[in-house]
């Protein structure tokens, strides 16, 4: 059964601190991993990986795909209370239209 | 602006009663999704469809139903088959089929009382 797992599930941190974020996944025909933030209701999309290696950057934000040990990490440095959010992860499948295969979510607290 | 539209924000709804969920897009998007998401869970997909007039069960169908009348709309009905509809609903949709770039309406929340 394909899946996609997230850890840590929830996480304390304080201004200024970096986190790392965690996915794993066990996918058939995998095509691509993405990242999305979700504050309140509707997630945002943050990164599309497809290629190993390759980080991407967007700010403070960072993220990068290991195709042969099945993970992705999301980097965080020096961290916001506007980072307060659900981090979620997702995989897409080759032929599969755009059917997504979601993660439990990271839910990340920033205090100040 | 173009965007996707759902609506009520919050539905309440007694058991055995049937409720429908309105999702809107004006982007012109051909593809449309409808996920559940529940606490420590994450988002599971309902139905999708990729084209008017069809679409497609996904994992978590039961108890569901969907129709795709017209281009920018699909609306989703919790029937009181669903045992546990509790849970907040979120609509999508993508460009074409096979591309990802979703783009989330702002949600419905449900609770049956």
């Known amino acids: 059964e394909d899946k996609v797992v997230q850890s840590p599930l929830s996480l304390v941190v304080h201004e200024g601190d970096t986190v790392t974020l965690n996915c794993s996944y066990e996918?058939?025909?995998?095509?691509?991993l993405l990242w999305y933030k979700q504050e309140k209701k509707a997630p945002t999309f943050l990164f599309m990986l497809t290629s190993s290696g390759i980080e991407k950057k967007s700010g403070r934000l960072s993220s990068i795909l290991d195709k042969k040990e099945l993970f992705s990490i999301l980097n965080i440095t020096a961290t916001q209370t506007g980072d307060s959010a659900i981090y979620l992860c997702a995989v897409a499948r080759g032929n599969q239209g755009g059917k997504l295969i979601f993660g439990q979510g990271t839910e990340l607290s920033v205090k100040p | 602006d173009g965007g996707i539209t759902q609506s009520p924000k919050y539905l309440f709804r007694k058991e055995g009663q049937n409720v429908t969920l309105s999702c809107e897009q004006n982007l012109n998007h051909d593809a449309m999704y409808w996920y559940r998401q529940d606490p420590g869970q994450g988002l599971r997909l309902i139905y999708y469809?990729?084209?008017?007039?069809?679409?497609q069960k996904g994992d978590i169908a039961e108890g569901y139903s969907v129709s795709r009348e017209k281009k920018e709309s699909f609306p989703l009905t919790v029937t009181s088959a669903q045992k546990n509809p509790t849970a907040f609903y979120l609509c999508?949709?993508?460009?074409?089929?096979?591309?990802?770039?979703?783009?989330f309406g702002s949600g419905t929340r449900l609770t049956v009382v």
């Open positions: 469809s990729q084209i008017v007039n069809d679409f």
């Open positions: 996918v058939t025909n995998f095509r691509s």
């Open positions: 999508a949709s993508t460009l074409t089929v096979g591309s990802y770039g979703y783009t």
